[in-house]
């Protein structure tokens, strides 16, 4: 199962999940906020320190940060983003552009751990 754990309070983070979600047509993913106690034990079971600002995405066994994190992300989410190679840093000659608008109203509240 790919995790993903962000900040609940953010209106970027919760944007990000928003995005995510309308895009996630296979149910890879499931939520997790970083404020939950799910998200204070999956922090601790993979020693990471947080600060409450960044997204984690926790995907076979590995726990990535910031912009590898969301790397990765868009790389299972598959489609165009498949073009994205997070290991390399480099996306294989196409330049990807992600706009979003900030809403939370209509993520699945079954795909959320709490």
């Known amino acids: 199962m790919n995790i993903i754990l962000f900040d609940g309070i953010c209106n970027l983070c919760n944007g990000t999940v928003s995005f995510i979600v309308k ?3 296979r149910k890879l993913f499931r939520f ?3 404020q939950s106690e799910a998200g204070k034990t999956l922090l601790d079971r993979y020693a990471v320190e947080s600060s409450n600002k ?3 995405y926790f995907r076979k066994g590995d ?3 910031k912009s590898t994190a969301i790397l990765y ?3 299972d989410l ?3 983003f498949l073009s994205i190679d997070p290991d390399s ?7 990807v552009f992600i706009g979003f608008q ?4 209509d993520i699945w509240e079954s795909r959320f751990m709490y």
Do not use: E, F, P
């Open 23 to 25: 895009r996630d047509k």
């Open 32 to 34: 997790v906020s970083l």
């Open 54 to 56: 960044t997204l984690y």
């Open 63 to 65: 726990c990535y940060s």
């Open 73 to 75: 992300i868009l790389k």
């Open 78 to 80: 598959g489609g165009l």
């Open 89 to 95: 840093g480099k996306s294989k000659g196409c330049i």
């Open 102 to 105: 900030i809403s939370v109203s």
